[in-house]
């Protein structure tokens, strides 16, 4: 009764799939027309642009999504991956307390400068997490059908990993059955 179920869930999972790849690349062919023949094609693709998401398997073959670029170069298990400090940033410390003699600021000149300075930091630091939108490199305003499109296709990238996972499961059903004697043809 599980392989039936799974199974269900397989062709389920197929039959939704269908209009929402195909409304991706309705979208897309309309973002196209919009853009006009040059602005959304191979050509216009940018050279050092990595992958947005990767797919990633675990143990038992189990796929999931992760999002963001990893380079081969840096390791996921790395504490020190993000790290940077703040001579790294080119921030300096102040001294704390009193008026500076050199030019003659009082702490509270200085609190409102390292307030400045913090809320600056803060905004670097996430630029420097948040992704650039790949939709941008195509257009500063992309248009709505072009955004719609990247939905979808998001979509059909989680619908596929969902897909994937379930014939994994519904393969492992039918080799449990076929060891149990059970055999769907005869």
């Not at 670029?69 to 390791?75: F, G, I, W």
């Not at 195509?138 to 979509?155: D, G, K, N, V």
């Amino acid at each position: 009764m599980t392989l039936l179920d799974t199974l269900t869930e397989y062709e389920t999972l197929r039959t939704q799939m269908g209009p929402t790849l195909s409304k991706a690349y309705i979208d897309l062919a309309q973002a196209k027309y919009i853009l006009g023949p040059g602005r959304l094609g191979a050509v216009a693709y940018d050279g050092r642009m990595k992958a947005g998401k990767v797919v990633h398997t675990d143990e038992k073959g189990e796929m999931f999504l992760m999002r963001g670029v990893l380079d081969a170069s840096t390791s996921q298990t790395d504490p020190e991956l993000n790290v940077t400090t703040d001579k790294e940033l080119g921030l300096r410390r102040r001294r704390a307390g009193g008026v500076n003699e050199s030019n003659g600021t009082s702490d509270d000149e200085r609190e409102e400068s390292q307030e400045s300075t913090d809320e600056m930091q803060s905004a670097d630091q996430k630029k420097q997490k948040r992704q650039a939108n790949p939709l941008n490199w195509f257009a500063p305003l992309p248009p709505t059908s072009l955004r719609c499109s990247q939905t979808h296709f998001e979509q059909v990238l989680r619908d596929l990993i969902r897909l994937g996972n379930v014939a994994r499961r519904v393969e492992e059903l039918r080799v449990k059955c076929e060891a149990l004697g059970v055999h769907g043809r005869q």
